[in-house]
């Protein structure tokens, strides 16, 4: 069974950065497209970032572009989510999900991760 689990998040003050890991455990890692979304207290889960299989498709949401970078490494069953320029906005929790194909969509994911909580101070 394939568990997630995130970790790296906390809290920093505006400008700062932070870089979230995530975990996989299981079998088939590497040709599972891997996604970060996020969600703030009530407002729905959004999309952040998504890397293919082999990491050669990469998307951010455009609230994120030029700030954040995610990659993958195979060989450590991890999936990472560099995060600079934070700003207050970006405080939500921080999920990383797996899925059979790259997409923004959350319903496009069948496997998540527990959050992090990620805290931008102004």
């Known amino acids: 069974q394939v568990q997630l689990v995130e970790s790296g998040g906390g809290l920093v003050q505006a400008g700062g950065s932070l870089r979230l890991s995530c975990a996989v455990s299981?079998?088939?890692?590497?040709?599972?497209?891997m996604g970060w979304f996020r969600q703030a207290p009530g407002k729905e889960r959004e999309f952040v970032a998504v890397i293919s299989s082999g990491g050669s498709i990469i998307d951010y949401a455009d609230s994120v572009k030029g700030r954040f970078t995610i990659s993958r490494g195979n060989a450590k069953n991890s999936v990472n989510l560099q995060m600079n320029s934070l700003k207050p906005e970006d405080t939500a929790t921080y999920y990383c999900?797996?899925?059979?194909?790259?997409?923004?969509?959350?319903?496009?994911?069948?496997?998540w991760g527990q959050g992090t909580q990620v805290t931008v101070s102004s």
């Open positions: 299981g079998r088939t890692f590497s040709r599972l497209a």
């Open positions: 999900a797996r899925g059979p194909r790259v997409t923004s969509r959350v319903d496009g994911y069948d496997t």
